[in-house]
């Protein structure tokens, strides 16, 4: 399915998907709108640790640089909890201490066992969602499959297994297990774009950095789990949590315009895929679509026959004056 879809359609829906991450922060009424001193200096500080160039350079020579850039996007997110508490945009935490106990009780309501199976007709009416959520997921996982593909050519130590299939195969089979056991839509996607960039950019730096590709993400995600039942952590977390959440989602909208703009390499694809994606993110995943197949159909397709035309004549006559 990846390999099938146009460049220009791949680039529009990932570039859109980040617009629309984008656009959601810095729109009044966003996260980055109502608490822009900590959001945008934390920001800066995440894009600076995990993007720039020049810190890539000081990181060679400087140690404390190259222990800053192993926690990916980390630092800016202390930072800007640092000055949000300080500038009063957030409140202080009230510090709890303990263990959090799940609330499997209150989550038996919502399950599958409890409120039934939905009829046939419902599942009809969700069609439309769901192709809509694929969409979206399909961006995911061309930005997840680039991220992999780039960083396997970078270290040669190790062969990264990286198998499409294999990942729709996954995501459906524990989307399913979520359904029935612990229905979250939030948590559906194929890859947490954010963190996977932050475990990638880390692996890059070498062994010394990170062992395996593997070991890395186990890491990250053992720690993750285990965080969440320490409730100082959560009790501290709790009040400057949209600080993570907004600068998780702008630095998840620029890996998909970094992304999206390397799929793409004509004049024709280029505006294939800016129209694709500024629809997607203004007026969503059904519209963007839609928007970006009549743009391939009416301009690169006639524009590759109108070339395939011109080229033909010329061919022929120059295949004759060889003879």
């Known amino acids: 399915m990846v390999d099938i879809v146009p460049n220009s359609l791949k680039a529009g829906i990932v570039i859109g998907a980040g617009l629309a991450a984008l656009i959601g922060e810095i729109q009044p009424g966003g996260r980055l709108m109502e608490t822009p001193v900590s959001i945008i200096i934390g920001t800066l500080v995440a894009f ?6 020049p810190f890539k350079k000081i990181r060679q020579n400087n140690r404390v640089a190259r222990v800053i850039s192993n926690y990916g996007m980390v630092p800016g997110i202390l930072i800007a909890i640092f000055i949000g508490l300080a500038v009063s945009e957030y409140p202080m935490p009230n510090i709890e201490w303990g263990i959090i106990s799940p609330a499997f009780g209150e989550m038996w309501a919502y399950l599958p066992f409890s409120v039934g199976v939905p009829g046939f007709d419902v599942f009809v009416l969700a069609i439309p969602t769901a192709l809509i959520a694929y969409i979206i ?33 996954i995501t459906g089979l524990r989307n399913l297990l979520h359904a029935l056991f612990a229905p979250y839509p939030g948590l559906a996607g194929p890859i947490w774009t954010a963190a996977t960039a932050t475990v990638i950019e880390r692996y890059t730096f070498g062994r ?24 100082p952590l959560a009790s501290f977390f709790q009040p400057v949590l949209p600080i993570a959440l907004s600068l998780s989602l702008l630095v998840t909208g620029y890996v998909c315009v970094q992304v999206g703009m390397e799929q793409i390499r004509t004049p024709a694809e280029q505006g294939v895929a800016g129209v694709t994606a500024v629809v997607l ?4 995943a059904a519209y963007g679509l839609v928007a970006g197949i009549v743009m391939y159909l009416l301009i690169e397709k006639v524009f590759t026959r109108k070339q395939q035309r011109k080229n033909t004549p010329y061919k022929e006559e120059s295949h004759q004056k060889a003879l």
């Open 281 to 284: 993110a203004i007026h969503g």
């Open 137 to 169: 997921a399909y961006g995911d996982i061309i930005v997840g499959d680039t991220l992999i593909e780039r960083t396997d050519q970078m270290r040669k130590d190790e062969t990264i297994d990286n198998n499409l299939n294999r990942v729709h195969l």
């Open 208 to 231: 010394k950095a990170m062992d395996s590709i593997f070991s890395g993400t186990g890491t990250f995600h053992i720690a993750n789990f285990l965080a969440l039942f320490l409730l």
């Open 48 to 53: 600076y640790v995990m993007f720039s160039d």
